[in-house]
């Protein structure tokens, strides 16, 4: 077996030799950007490359068209070990959870860990996810099997702060509709039933919920119909609302029940016609694994990073990795791109494209080759890593 120091120096030495390579998928990526489930010159960019690299590229896995799965054989049986890529964008805003990062940062671990895998027993997997951003990609990639046999899933997502880990939120979101009865809002208001007044009471609803809440919830929505012309009283009117806890299970026991009662209520005063339909699959909360956070760390100290442990109070977010972390053992650290910028800002936009942005995709992808690396190498962190689950989860994998 190789040692993981002269590995380590491979696998930035490959990174050196990537870079130009590299740094031109994260820029094409970031100057075109495709929201969920439409990225699709995205994942052509990155399936050519990994294919060029030697691995063996499936495009649609899971049903899922702009999803891949890059596979490369070491030179006997291991563990399976995938690096996830994330790649949508956010409608209006391009890149500015910066997720051409994140795809630069997977693949990046691909072309550095490639010509090492001859050298390792197991299985290298780049996996393409598409729709992070409200789609739930992962959640539709663990349901059509793509994740069976993994025995662990490991990506960085980029932030204004480096660490180990994510604060999260489970999360679950649907849109809402109100069907009534339009009239001539001067000639026969006495005969509409009005669904525009249907969602102003369930806003208004919500935040009378608000105060009898945890700390950790969010509840947040937006009006996606509300109505056509304000001399028509509306028959139809909708929004979409997302709500979010620290643990599904205060989520969907508490919060979601006391919510669909709002929207009850809110039909009920309105005598409007009540549907709600789910617009992404629920994304569940992160389980932690410290013995995979810790090697995330080495790796990232090694890369001359400073590393701090996630604080909650400074803001959490809601991923489909979640998901993941709940089947498999699963890391989501975080390295820094900007001292400032949050996610989903314009700002955020910028950093994913600057030279900061590039030096986080050369960081990133070695961060995660050398954990990938040492998960090949060193059977006592995978077992590490999946006692921690179990411990976590009461699951074995
Ligand atoms: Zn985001
Ligand atoms: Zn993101």
Redesign the pocket.
């Known amino acids: 077996m190789p040692h993981l120091e002269d590995v380590l120096a491979r696998i930035d030495a490959h990174l050196e030799q990537e870079r130009a390579a590299l740094l031109d998928l994260s820029h094409r990526i970031h100057a075109h950007p495709e929201i969920r489930f439409e990225e699709v010159q995205a994942a052509a960019w990155l399936t050519e490359a990994l294919e060029a690299r030697g691995f063996a590229v499936e495009r649609g896995v899971g049903e899922l068209p702009t999803a891949f799965r890059a596979r490369l054989e070491g030179r006997g049986p291991g563990p399976t070990v995938a690096v996830l890529c994330e790649y949508d964008a956010?409608p209006g805003l391009g890149h500015a959870?910066g997720h051409n990062v994140i795809a630069t940062m997977g693949a990046g671990a691909g072309f550095a860990l490639a010509p090492l895998m001859e050298d390792f027993d197991g299985t290298l997997l780049v996996l393409g996810t598409p729709a992070?951003?409200g789609g739930g990609g992962k959640v539709l990639l663990l349901e059509a099997g793509v994740f069976d046999g993994v025995d662990a899933a490991i990506m960085i997502h980029p932030y204004k702060s480096s660490h180990p880990s994510m604060g999260t939120l489970a999360s679950t979101k649907w849109d809402v509709a109100f069907r009534g009865v339009p009239a001539h809002a001067a000639m026969a208001p006495h005969l509409g039933r009005n669904a525009l007044d249907a969602v102003r009471l369930a806003f208004a609803g919500i935040d009378a919920l608000r105060q009898q809440t945890r700390d950790d919830v969010r509840i947040h929505a937006v009006i996606t119909d509300g109505g056509a012309a304000a001399n028509i009283i509306p028959e139809t009117a909708s929004m979409n609302a997302v709500a979010r806890a620290r643990d599904a299970r205060h989520l969907f026991d508490d919060l979601v029940p006391r919510l669909e009662d709002v929207f009850k209520g809110a039909a009920l005063m309105t005598g409007t016609e009540l549907t709600i339909t789910p617009s992404s699959a629920p994304y569940l909360e992160i389980v932690n694994n410290p013995p995979l956070e810790a090697a995330f760390t080495r790796h990232a100290t090694r890369r001359g990073r400073s590393v701090a442990p996630y604080d909650v109070a400074d803001g959490t977010?809601s991923t489909d990795m979640g998901n993941v972390s709940q089947v498999v053992p699963g890391l989501h650290g975080m390295l820094d791109i900007d001292d400032a910028a949050m996610?989903?800002t314009a700002a955020f936009e910028v950093a994913a494209g600057s030279a900061r942005g590039d030096a986080t995709v050369l960081d990133g992808a070695s961060v995660l080759a050398g954990i990938a690396a040492e998960l090949f190498l060193d059977a006592g962190l995978l077992a590490e890593a999946k006692a921690a689950f179990a411990k976590a989860t009461g699951l074995a994998r």
């Open positions: 956010l959870c992070e951003e977010g996610p989903h």
